[in-house]
């Protein structure tokens, strides 16, 4: 597998990760980033390292520090949430107007029949997305999301207790794989991140195929 490059510096990389592969080793096995690290090393001493996580199924934008200065950093730009970014998802029915921001505080729950899971609660960490209706898709809604804080599953959760329908595909928040979605349906479209004396890094992460099957459209 061959990982693209959105965007390439002395201290970070931008790669488009493909949806099926774990950034952390599955703990039943097989390949995960690690495995391709090596090979995005190009010439550098050190193997880079993912600077924040994105689910297996998600596509899109993910950021890598080349060394362990860029990684502080880029750990304290998260911190400061000094990183803006943004998401396409496509929901499984139509949210109640064309644009809004949901705060919902989130919290983690674990159940021996169903696993782990996050669920909004008052007494949960904060948790704000910004979003917008791109496009209606037949049954379907492609919406944008501009996330303010980074929570465990903050989107997927948001969508089913903020706008009303869970993202299309999603196997815990929704109704798991559908026509034209063996996946959820998420995909970190931008990441743009300031630095001090430095050119921002900016990447955009093209529309993946399974989007473009449900008659997503660029631009």
Known sequence: MTLPILYEDGEALVIDKPAGLPVDPPRKGGPSLGHHL???RFGFQREPVAVHRLDTDTSGCLLLARNPKALARFNRAFEDRAVAKTYLAVLAG???GTQGTIELALAKISSAEKGWRM????????????????????????????????????????????????????PIYGAGPAAGARRTMLHAESLAVTRAGKTPITAQAPLPADFRALGVSDG
Request: charged residues 20%; positive net charge.
């Open 38 to 40: 090596g090979a995005l």
């Open 94 to 96: 139509h949210p109640a």
């Open 119 to 170: 669920i909004a609660a008052k007494k949960g960490k904060p948790a704000v997305s910004h979003w917008e209706l791109v496009e209606r898709l037949g049954p379907y809604s492609l919406i944008r999301f501009r996330p303010e804080t980074g929570r465990t599953h903050q989107l997927r959760v948001h969508a089913l207790k903020g706008l009303g329908a869970p993202l299309l595909g999603d």
